[in-house]
């Protein structure tokens, strides 16, 4: 089957631009998808151990893209270079169009469309990139995100303000030669700590309750107001200001201390 295209006026690139960012701390490659039927882009990113997976989308209408495609199906692309894309779609500040060139592949009686190349052009200047193909990334369905990743087995929950993600990538800054942040939940409050530092974050329930998770997990969470469900076993962050969520498993093993000997 030949080749086809899908063709998308992009009236400002920075919206775009800015949701493609929120996956570059995950990893360097993305893969996201283009749903024609839905008018939107979703992205499900995870890093190489899958302790993080990231979720966004972004309605084609929020994004200033626009297309007159009638076809109801799912574009996979593959992107090698996060911030490659990134350039060259900053190359165009005004309106400019976005054409997706993507074919049929078949594999075990299961039909993608997976993207080739995109095509970025307006009328002084033309760029096209190769896209990377499906079989290096780890494609997350719908049903495993949903009914699986981000299904946390909530033991408590919090409002996450902007201000108080701040200042726990503050205090880690401070406590470096530890890798690990502790969420502990101890008579009716939820504090975060390092090896050196306690900070009261929010009043909770009086379950007992901790999860640790890695400071390089923690910092690829997004500084926005968000809602939290934490488990015994994973967390997830939901946006409050886009429609981003991002799940981290819990950290196994601590090499660096024993519990026993913190200050608290």
């Known amino acids: 089957m030949a080749a086809k295209t899908v063709e998308c006026t992009v009236k400002d690139s920075k919206i775009f631009t800015n949701y493609l960012k929120k996956f570059a701390s995950i990893d360097s490659t993305l893969l996201f998808e283009v749903d024609l039927s839905d008018q939107k882009f979703i992205t499900k990113s995870p890093n190489e151990e899958r302790s993080v997976v990231k979720f966004g989308e972004l309605s084609f209408e929020e994004g200033k893209f626009e297309t007159k ?126 090896r050196s530092f306690e900070f009261l974050l929010a009043p909770t329930t009086d379950e007992k309750f901790s999860i640790s998770f890695f400071k390089e997990q923690f ?29 981290l498993s819990r950290a196994e093993g601590n090499d660096n201390y024993d519990n026993d000997d913190l200050p608290f």
């Open 69 to 194: 495609s009638k076809e109801k199906i799912r574009i996979k692309v593959g992107i090698y270079n996060i911030q490659r894309i990134i350039k060259i779609i900053d190359q165009f500040p005004g309106e400019f169009q976005f054409i997706i060139k993507y074919d049929e592949v078949v594999t075990n009686d299961k039909t993608d469309h997976a993207a080739l190349s995109i095509l970025v052009k307006n009328d002084s200047l033309k760029f096209n990139e190769e896209c990377t193909s499906l079989n290096i990334f780890k494609y997350i369905s719908d049903d495993l995100w949903n009914n699986t990743i981000k299904k946390v087995d909530e033991v408590i929950s919090f409002h996450f303000s902007k201000e108080n993600i701040e200042k726990i990538r503050a205090l880690s800054e401070l406590d470096k030669e530890y890798k690990l942040i502790e969420f502990i939940n101890k008579e009716g409050s939820l504090f975060v700590r390092g």
């Open 219 to 247: 910092n690829k969470i997004d500084v926005e107001e968000s809602s939290v469900k934490m488990g015994a076993d994973r967390a997830s962050f939901k946006s409050e200001d886009s429609e981003t969520e991002i799940v």
